[in-house]
């Protein structure tokens, strides 16, 4: 075999049409061979070669002879010195950090971890067994792809929704998926799939991680997987496990496929990924990778530097400081940008990227690399504001183009709805975008990303069916998953035949799907919350790769009823401009007159006063958007406008009749939706007209203009005209009248 110079970029095994290029990079390594094999079977490399060609790092050399499919792993050579953190082992293959794709997948065996199980000294020891017969294996590969008009959809983040979904739980069990193809990459761009996600009307899908996972050999050895898949293996390799194919070449390039499919479909593609660790855990972890490539350069260690510092909870953390290293994630983001076409990125418990020394860094480099690089500045960034380390917890402290995850929203619209006193005040400032988070830095509403659950915790169903965590089936004694829910069982712990506790349940799920759908910022679903699915009480479930994760789609009437609600308030928040600020709310009056872009009412119609804003125990409050008032312009440089619409929301436990407001320039109100009952008739209902909101519910009513400002309205082209509105789908229910049982109300928590 013909072995010719090579360059050292780019790094990996990249086919150029002749030949391939070998390139990796080790600081500290005194040797390195890279090894070919000839099949996933293999127990050994057919051929060894010595890499002698090094520049500024990088190891390299370029084979002639070799072509897309060979299979390929490195030995590196250097000190065993544990205590100095080095942990350089020539008797293990080793993964390229930049492979593109997994020929052969993790095979657990003692051979590949570094040290000897059975010796005193621990991780101190050295074992020299090989573990060329287990260890994973990267795979050359043809990147070429027709994607033809493919375009990224880009839509703008305020008129984002997003849909967060496990690729293989979300069509797994879908009965109209073709069987083959449920629980992959094809199955999540089946037409069956897209043609339910444009019902629904969400903007984005973010998919749980898909880089090529390791399934934690603990794990492996109670049957079950890393199922949620935070346990990165391949930063560049989409996972095979999602392949209807199961073939590495095929893998990647049904992935591009759905992407193509999904953009066709004009939804964007965002992926949840993880870069503050890897896979090999701490210092009992085992030697797959970059612990035997150069453990000090990829790592941060502890002062004890036989040790990790784990801000993640996972063993170990990558060292930002390392330029390599964030070499290697930025080239890792541009991949999946430029080859891969997704449009953002989801970054799990990102403080942990901005460590640059100890403290969380808000202009760590890895930002300020962010910002100044072309192609990932363009695209959707979102992150995890916490971690597990001191000075973690970052919620707004993000510095610009970066959005989210807004963990105050969530834990307040919970306590809320659960009936708390003392989280009104906090709970408008969450409906309004959380500007108190993100105002101070110039950032907008939509760096909110709103949700009330996500893949890690309770589904919406289990939120109003549970009061603490049912874990058990994950092997650790129910000792795992967090205490500190926020939830309510409404008054029976689980499935319950109780016709009152369903119903109340039922009602529930509708207000903080509406709260959720109508607040400023943009909203994040969780898969399955618009059906009910249940995790049965598990608020941990990520090593299970099952029917406990995977969607059921056989719906029950109330099912269908809460996706039907579903897609009729995302319809809402999509034509009505209110609900999509670009900017917040300034409360400003117009000469003089009260007449604003928001006001804040009591039950009894009146303005909230400070006494009231300071009440310890607020439950029920109304939101008035003016529609007129919204101060802002289209791409086209004219004003939005939109109906005025009046939200009411009661977290208390019994009903209340709340005075309409009067506002200028109404002659009444029309309700649109209401979560308790059957909107009545079709005449407006004058300013004044006690409504009767019932327990724990929420309404929505549009403000109604005398006929002469109806047609002077319909001018403006921006005007969402109040006949559009009247065509959404509101579900209507009625519910029985009494929620009690035995003359005891259940529904107080």
Same mark, same amino acid.
């Given at each position: 075999?013909?072995?010719?110079?090579?360059?050292p970029?780019?790094l990996?095994?990249?086919?150029?049409?002749?030949?391939?290029?070998?390139?990796i990079f080790?600081?500290?390594?005194?040797?390195?061979?890279?090894?070919?094999?000839?099949?996933?079977?293999?127990?050994a490399?057919?051929?060894?070669?010595?890499?002698?060609?090094?520049?500024?790092?990088?190891?390299?050399?370029?084979?002639?002879?070799?072509?897309?499919?060979?299979?390929?792993?490195?030995?590196?050579?250097g000190?065993?010195d544990?205590?100095?953190?080095?942990?350089?082992?020539?008797?293990?293959?080793?993964?390229?950090?930049?492979?593109k794709?997994i020929?052969?997948?993790?095979?657990?065996?003692?051979?590949?971890?570094?040290?000897?199980?059975?010796?005193?000294?621990?991780?101190?020891?050295?074992?020299?067994?090989?573990? $060329?017969? /287990? +260890? !994973?294996?990267? &795979?050359?590969?043809? @990147?070429a792809?027709?994607?033809?008009?493919?375009r990224?959809?880009?839509?703008?983040w305020?008129?984002?929704?997003?849909?967060?979904?496990?690729?293989?739980?979300?069509?797994?069990l879908?009965?109209?998926?073709?069987e083959?193809?449920?629980?992959?990459?094809?199955?999540?761009?089946?037409?069956?799939a897209?043609?339910y996600?444009?019902?629904?009307g969400?903007?984005?899908?973010?998919?749980l991680?898909?880089?090529?996972?390791?399934?934690?050999?603990?794990?492996?050895?109670?049957?079950?997987?890393?199922?949620?898949?935070?346990?990165?293996? $391949?930063? /560049? +390799? !989409?996972?095979? &496990?999602?392949?209807s @194919?199961?073939?590495?070449?095929?893998?990647?390039?049904?992935?591009?496929?759905?992407?193509?499919?999904?953009?066709t479909?004009?939804?964007e593609?965002?992926?949840?990924?993880?870069?503050?660790?890897?896979?090999?855990?701490?210092?009992m972890?085992?030697?797959?990778?970059?612990?035997?490539?150069?453990?000090?350069?990829?790592?941060?260690?502890?002062?004890?530097?036989?040790?990790?510092?784990?801000?993640?909870?996972?063993?170990?953390?990558?060292?930002?400081r390392?330029?390599?290293?964030?070499?290697?994630?930025m080239?890792?983001?541009?991949?999946?940008?430029?080859?891969?076409?997704?449009?953002?990125?989801?970054?799990d418990?990102?403080?942990?990227?901005?460590?640059?020394?100890?403290?969380?860094?808000?202009?760590?480099?890895?930002?300020?690399?962010?910002?100044?690089?072309?192609?990932?500045?363009?695209?959707?960034?979102?992150?995890?504001?916490?971690d597990?380390?001191?000075?973690?917890?970052?919620?707004?402290?993000?510095?610009?183009?970066?959005?989210?995850?807004?963990?105050?929203?969530?834990?307040?619209?919970?306590?809320?709805?659960?009936?708390?006193?003392?989280?009104?005040?906090?709970?408008?400032?969450?409906?309004?975008?959380?500007?108190?988070?993100?105002?101070?830095?110039?950032?907008?509403?939509?760096?909110?990303?709103?949700?009330?659950?996500?893949?890690?915790?309770?589904?919406?169903?289990?939120?109003?069916?549970?009061?603490?965590?049912?874990?058990?089936?994950?092997?650790?004694?129910?000792?795992?998953?967090?205490?500190?829910?926020?939830?309510?069982?409404?008054?029976?712990?689980?499935?319950?035949?109780?016709?009152?506790?369903?119903?109340?349940?039922?009602?529930?799920?509708?207000?903080?799907?509406?709260?959720l759908?109508?607040?400023?910022?943009v909203?994040?679903l969780?898969?399955?919350?618009?059906?009910?699915?249940?995790?049965?009480?598990?608020n941990?479930?990520?090593?299970?790769?099952?029917?406990?994760?995977?969607?059921?789609?056989?719906l029950?009437?109330?099912?269908?009823?809460?996706?039907a609600?579903?897609?009729?308030?995302?319809?809402?928040?999509?034509?009505?401009?209110?609900f999509?600020?670009?900017?917040?709310?300034?409360?400003?009056?117009?000469?003089?007159?009260?007449?604003?872009?928001?006001?804040?009412?009591?039950?009894?119609?009146?303005?909230?006063?400070?006494?009231?804003?300071?009440?310890?125990?607020?439950?029920?409050?109304?939101?008035?958007l003016?529609?007129?008032?919204?101060?802002?312009?289209?791409a086209?440089?004219?004003?939005?406008r939109?109906?005025?619409?009046?939200?009411?929301?009661?977290?208390?436990?019994?009903?209340?009749d709340?005075?309409?407001?009067a506002?200028?320039?109404?002659?009444?109100?029309?309700?649109?939706?209401?979560?308790?009952?059957?909107?009545?008739?079709?005449?407006?209902?004058?300013s004044?007209?006690?409504?009767?909101?019932?327990?724990?519910?929420?309404?929505?009513?549009?403000?109604?203009?005398?006929?002469?400002?109806?047609?002077e309205?319909?001018?403006?082209?921006?005007?969402?005209?109040?006949?559009?509105?009247?065509?959404?789908?509101?579900?209507?229910?009625?519910?029985?009248?009494?929620?009690?049982r035995?003359?005891?109300?259940?529904?107080?928590?």
């Open positions: 075999m013909r072995v010719w110079r090579g360059r970029y780019p990996g095994a990249t086919w150029d049409g002749n030949g391939v290029n070998f390139a080790s600081e500290n390594a005194e040797a390195v061979d890279l090894c070919l094999f000839d099949s996933a079977d293999a127990t490399e057919y051929r060894r070669i010595r890499l002698t060609e090094r520049k500024d790092m990088v190891w390299h050399c370029y084979l002639p002879d070799v072509r897309p499919g060979q299979l390929y792993g490195y030995r590196m050579h000190p065993f544990p205590a100095n953190g080095h942990r350089f082992n020539s008797n293990k293959v080793l993964l390229d950090p930049y492979a794709a020929g052969r997948d993790v095979r657990w065996a003692d051979e590949l971890f570094g040290y000897k199980f059975d010796d005193p000294k621990a991780d101190l020891s050295m074992d020299e067994r090989d573990s $060329a017969p /287990f +260890a !994973p294996l990267g &795979r050359v590969i043809d @990147t792809f027709t994607w033809g008009d493919d990224p959809p880009r839509t703008p305020h008129e984002t929704i997003i849909y967060e979904a496990h690729v293989k739980g979300f069509s797994k879908n009965p109209h998926v073709p083959e193809i449920r629980g992959t990459y094809a199955g999540f761009a089946s037409e069956a897209i043609q996600l444009k019902s629904l969400v903007t984005a899908v973010e998919f991680p898909v880089f090529h996972r390791l399934d934690d050999r603990h794990l492996v050895e109670k049957e079950l997987t890393n199922y949620w898949g935070y346990n990165t293996l $391949a930063f /560049f +390799a !989409p996972d095979t &496990r999602y392949s @194919t199961g073939t590495s070449d095929e893998t990647i390039r049904e992935f591009k496929s759905m992407v193509r499919t999904l953009h479909a004009g939804f593609v965002i992926l949840d990924v993880v870069y503050n660790h890897t896979c090999e855990g701490n210092q972890g085992p030697t797959l990778s970059w612990r035997g490539i150069d453990n000090a350069s990829y790592y941060r260690t502890a002062p004890d530097a036989r040790y990790y510092m784990d801000f993640t909870g996972c063993g170990n953390t990558f060292l930002m390392q330029p390599r290293v964030l070499q290697f994630i080239d890792s983001l541009r991949y999946w940008v430029t080859e891969m076409h997704v449009d953002g990125f989801r970054f418990l990102a403080s942990t990227l901005a460590r640059e020394l100890y403290e969380v860094d808000r202009l760590g480099a890895f930002f300020d690399i962010i910002h100044q690089d072309p192609i990932l500045s363009q695209v959707k960034l979102i992150a995890e504001p916490w597990l380390g001191d000075g973690g917890y970052q919620v707004g402290n993000f510095p610009s183009l970066w959005s989210e995850w807004n963990g105050k929203y969530r834990d307040n619209v919970r306590k809320f709805w659960k009936g708390e006193g003392g989280t009104a005040s906090e709970f408008a400032t969450r409906l309004c975008g959380s500007a108190d988070l993100y105002e101070w830095s110039s950032r907008r509403p939509y760096s909110s990303i709103n949700f009330i659950t996500c893949h890690d915790g309770f589904t919406l169903n289990d939120l109003v069916s549970y009061n603490g965590k049912h874990n058990d089936a994950n092997g650790e004694n129910n000792r795992d998953g967090s205490d500190n829910n926020m939830s309510w069982n409404c008054g029976a712990e689980g499935a319950t035949d109780d016709a009152a506790i369903k119903v109340l349940r039922e009602r529930q799920k509708r207000n903080m799907l509406a709260t759908l109508l607040s400023q910022g909203p994040m969780l898969a399955g919350d618009e059906i009910g699915n249940t995790q049965s009480g598990n941990n479930a990520y090593c299970h790769d099952s029917e406990l994760t995977w969607i059921d789609w056989s029950t009437d109330s099912q269908k009823e809460l996706l609600f579903t897609q009729s308030v995302i319809a809402l928040r999509k034509i009505n401009p209110v999509q600020r670009q900017k917040f709310f300034q409360g400003r009056s117009i000469r003089g007159q009260e007449h604003r872009d928001i006001a804040w009412y009591s039950p009894d119609g009146q303005s909230m006063t400070d006494e009231a804003w300071n009440a310890g125990f607020v439950q029920c409050l109304g939101l008035y003016d529609g007129e008032m919204i101060g802002e312009i289209d086209h440089g004219e004003p939005i939109g109906e005025s619409l009046l939200v009411l929301l009661n977290a208390y436990y019994d009903r209340l709340f005075t309409l407001p506002v200028t320039g109404a002659c009444g109100w029309k309700t649109l939706l209401d979560t308790n009952k059957l909107p009545e008739g079709d005449e407006p209902l004058p004044g007209t006690k409504y009767i909101l019932g327990g724990r519910s929420l309404a929505v009513l549009r403000l109604v203009p005398p006929p002469q400002e109806q047609e309205k319909r001018e403006p082209a921006t005007y969402v005209a109040s006949e559009v509105i009247d065509k959404v789908p509101i579900l209507q229910i009625d519910l029985p009248p009494s929620e009690t035995g003359g005891t109300t259940i529904n107080q928590p």
